[in-house]
């Protein structure tokens, strides 16, 4: 199996939205530097999803003689490329932010009072899974469960042979807490298949997302959030979640996020969360849109061609 994460899903529909024979004067390379040879005959894009201070980079970026090797470096959040500036004194003239972008809005599950909160955590274990089962066993509210999609099957099976055991405790975890549905992998087709049956989005996540596709799909769908203000979460999630102060002690953040769920689960019923909620899946399918973000990246590769013509 392929690795089918986050990176690989926005060079999909990259390729889907803009014109091809457009990108065939490129060439993009995703994150890791240098994975794919660079082309003497292209422009050379790399497209950086990764964090600052992941192996698989921050080496080569330490190197500033390998800087001009890029035409351009695309970052996917501002907080992403102000991380690169200030480690590693990227050039800043090569440098562009243009943002993750989802394609799939659907309506939502409008949350009546009395009813079962379903609640869903989609990403990796390392990114907060053993706080979310924290805080999962100090909630008392019974009409409160969670849906866990999580596996290290998603960057694919090398990945996976070599990790699983690592997490294979944790999922266990999950699987014995009476709150908790541990589903493991699922692709991503079929979580946005399903993504309208649940109310709210929980990721009390402890790793620096440079952004969050899952978090734009969950807040696009109509899903209320309640994530930690850690890394670029607070610039994608913008002003719609409840956030949680992040904090290292995670046994003291999983009681804070205990405490958020409770609190907001009375809320869900209210009038004002309903418009809160219309409004917030109105900016995503304005701002975080596929169709509307391959304007950019057009004209954006439409200039980097003049200009290197």
């Known amino acids: 199996m392929k690795p089918i994460g986050g990176t690989e899903l926005q060079y999909n529909l990259l390729y889907k939205y803009v014109d091809n024979k457009l990108l065939n004067n490129f060439q993009i ?12 005959n292209k422009i050379n894009i790399l497209w950086i999803q990764n964090s600052y201070d992941q192996p698989n980079v921050a080496p080569w970026m330490k190197d500033k003689s390998n800087h001009d090797k890029y035409d351009w470096y695309v970052f996917n959040s501002h907080w992403c490329a102000e991380k690169y500036r200030m480690v590693f004194k990227l050039p800043a003239h090569k440098c562009t932010v243009i943002k993750n972008a ?27 899974l053993n706080v979310l089962l924290g805080a999962m066993q100090l909630i008392k509210n019974p009409l409160i469960t969670c849906d866990v999609y999580s596996s290290t099957q998603i960057y694919g099976s090398t990945f996976d042979e070599a990790h699983k055991d690592l997490y294979e405790p944790l ?3 999950a699987r014995q807490i009476k709150n908790v549905n541990y589903l493991g992998f699922a692709s991503n087709e079929t979580i946005l298949k399903n993504i309208t049956n649940y109310h709210l989005y929980v ?4 790793w620096e997302e440079t952004s969050c596709i899952s978090a734009i799909e969950a807040l696009a769908n109509g899903l209320y959030g309640i994530v930690t203000n850690y890394g670029a979460l607070y610039e994608t999630c913008s002003e719609w ?7 290292s002690d995670y046994k003291m953040l999983a009681q804070h996020f205990a405490y958020a769920i409770e609190g907001i689960v009375n809320q869900l019923h209210e009038p004002g969360m309903q418009e809160l909620l219309t409004s917030q899946q109105k900016f995503y399918e304005k701002f975080y849109n596929w169709k509307n973000r391959s304007h950019e990246w057009t004209n954006f590769l439409t200039g980097a061609s003049n200009a290197k013509s």
């Open 203 to 206: 990721y009390p996540n402890i």
């Open 102 to 128: 989802v394609d799939q809005f659907h309506g939502r599950a409008v949350y009546q009072k009395g009813q079962p909160v379903k609640m869903l955590f989609t990403s990796t274990p390392w990114r907060g």
């Open 29 to 40: 390379t995703t994150s890791v530097p240098e994975k794919e040879p660079l082309s003497k």
């Open 241 to 247: 979640p409840l956030y949680v102060q992040y904090q």
């Open 171 to 173: 999922f266990e975890q």
